[in-house]
Nanobody
Framework: QVQLVESGGGLVQAGGSLRLSCAAS????????MAWFRQAPGKEREFVAT????????YHADSVKDRFTISRDNAKNTIYLQMNSLKPEDTAVYYC??????????????????WGQGIQVTVSS
């Protein structure tokens, strides 16, 4: 069965960095677009970044552009989210997701067919 397992979250001070990982199994990982979403308390889940099957094409939300970088290693069936210059407003549960279509905004959730369980990222001021 399809499994997506996030790791690497935690508590960090503003201005710090974290790298999230998402280990995938149960499907042909290199055939799929993958994405990161996040959900802050009391807010709707929002798009963060996406990467195509080869890793050649990426897209980041304006709120994280130039601070976050999505990448993937198809040999390890893993995607990553490098988060730099973290801000308190980045505090959220971060979700890894598998997509069956293009994802460049919150509306792209319509293409998501599997989600990870989520991992907490907390940025203190």
């Amino acid at each position: 069965q399809v499994q997506l397992v996030e790791s690497g979250g935690g508590l960090v001070q503003a201005g710090g960095s974290l790298r999230l990982s998402c280990a995938a199994s149960g499907f042909t990982f290199s055939s799929y677009t993958m994405a990161w979403f996040r959900q802050a308390p009391g807010k709707e889940r929002e798009f963060v970044a996406t990467i195509n099957w080869s890793g050649r094409d990426t897209y980041h939300a304006d709120s994280v552009k130039d601070r976050f970088t999505i990448s993937r290693d198809n040999a390890k069936n893993t995607i990553y989210l490098q988060m730099n210059s973290l801000k308190p407003e980045d505090t959220a549960v971060y979700y890894c997701a598998r997509s069956r279509g293009p994802v460049t905004s919150n509306a792209g959730q319509m293409f998501i067919d599997y989600w990870g369980q989520g991992i907490q990222v907390t940025v203190s001021s």
